[in-house]
């Protein structure tokens, strides 16, 4: 659903304009295990789709093939801690085994082999270039090739990069926002970054500012994808579709700890799977409030906007009651 506003004729009289919309019923999805339940805690996982993926833990790496998981993978012999992220990059599967090494598998995840990287302890990875990095204690997330953000678990900011990554700068003051998780929403040209303490926030200026938008809940497990953002914690999973600006719990696994991931995909981000213990959960039907006008960010190289949407969407699941405030200083055009 996309809704485009357009400003034009202002003048020196203001009024307001309220929209309702009600759409259509459609049933609640349900949670869905996938498989039996896996013999460690997950920590982090990737899906290509509903019915393939891996997941992370202790030691090692197993394979979810249509419905079911196999035994380990065949992984070398750095007796990894456990495995702290996995991402699909340049083709290949990536994971962090919290050592100085990141696993490479060219094979879906079936066999791994491993390498070294700048870095002595190997939470998150991504690429600067051909070259591959790996972040410390935080995970990485960017908004294009230039501007990204890495998570400090212990720190008080994410720190912000405008050169891919090579560099870093860590903004001071204000609230603490030490924690793992860290979502780049590409469309909206806005970063989001999880608290141990805090909940979430967001940020506009590339990591260098950033505001509170909850839930207010604790746990620093969040992630997203293609609008759509995703939190963990006790009571179970939060989504919001509208840039952070209201979150709905649709239930699912709970946890009582953080450092572990949540994962998503999909055209608008309506698939989404969580994990407590070793059990992982699919759930297929998160509904995604598209953003407004583009607008040209100067230090991007893409044109997306910027601002937060002010849209509510309740209840979550549908039907949506969607209402819309306005003020301007002159007539307006709405289409």
């Known amino acids: 659903m996309t809704m485009t506003s357009f400003f034009s004729r202002f003048s020196r009289y203001a009024f307001a304009v309220a929209l309702i919309l009600i759409i259509p019923y459609a049933a609640k999805a349900q949670w869905k295990q996938l498989g039996s339940t896996l013999h460690f805690n997950v920590y982090c996982m990737y899906f290509f789709d509903s019915t393939h993926g891996v997941a992370g833990g202790v030691g090692s790496i197993y394979n979810y093939a249509n419905g079911a998981w196999g035994p380990p993978s065949t992984t070398p012999g750095d007796n990894p801690f456990y495995f702290?992220?996995?991402?699909?990059?340049?083709?290949?599967?990536?994971?962090?085994?919290g050592a100085q090494y990141v696993w490479i598998s060219d094979d879906s995840g079936k066999n791994w082999r491993n390498t070294t990287t700048?870095?002595?302890?190997?939470?998150?990875?991504?690429?600067?270039?051909?070259?591959?990095?790996?972040?410390?204690?935080?995970?990485?997330?960017?908004?294009?090739?230039?501007?990204?953000?890495?998570?400090?678990?212990?720190?008080?900011?994410p720190s912000y990069s405008s050169n891919g990554g090579r560099t870093w700068t860590t903004p001071s003051g204000g609230a603490?926002?030490?924690?793992?998780?860290?979502?780049?929403?590409?469309?909206?040209?806005?970063?989001?970054?999880?608290?141990?303490?805090?909940?979430?926030?967001?940020?506009?200026?590339?990591?260098?500012?950033?505001?509170h938008?909850?839930?207010?809940?604790?746990?620093?497990?969040?992630?997203?994808?293609?609008?759509?953002?995703?939190?963990?914690?006790?009571?179970?999973v939060w989504v919001s579709v509208d840039g952070g600006t209201s979150w709905e719990n649709i239930g699912g696994p709970t946890t009582i700890t953080g450092d572990r991931s949540i994962f998503g995909w999909g055209n608008e981000g309506n698939y989404l799977v969580a994990s407590s213990g070793g059990a992982v959960w699919f759930y297929n039907a998160i509904d995604t409030v598209l953003p407004t006008d583009p607008?040209?960010?100067?230090?991007?190289?893409?044109?997306c906007p910027i601002t937060r949407i002010p849209i509510y969407v309740r209840p979550f699941t549908k039907p949506w009651t969607i209402q819309i405030q306005m003020s301007s200083d002159g007539p307006q055009n709405l289409a």
Not at 132 to 155: K, V
Not at 221 to 226: H, K, P, R
Not at 295 to 303: G, I, P
Request: charged share 15%.
């Open 118 to 157: 700048p870095s002595n302890f190997a939470y998150d990875s991504y690429f600067v270039g051909d070259s591959l990095y790996s972040t410390q204690l935080g995970t990485f997330a960017e908004l294009d090739t230039n501007i990204c953000i890495r998570s400090n678990n212990n720190g008080s900011y």
């Open 295 to 303: 607008v040209t960010r100067t230090d991007t190289l893409e044109s």
């Open 84 to 97: 702290t992220s996995i991402r699909y990059m340049n083709g290949n599967l990536y994971a962090t085994s």
């Open 213 to 236: 938008c909850g839930p207010g809940v604790a746990w620093d497990i969040m992630n997203g994808s293609n609008d759509a953002v995703y939190h963990q914690d006790s009571t179970g």
């Open 176 to 211: 603490n926002i030490g924690g793992l998780g860290t979502y780049a929403d590409t469309c909206r040209k806005m970063f989001f970054a999880s608290s141990k303490q805090d909940s979430v926030f967001y940020s506009l200026d590339s990591g260098k500012h950033w505001k």
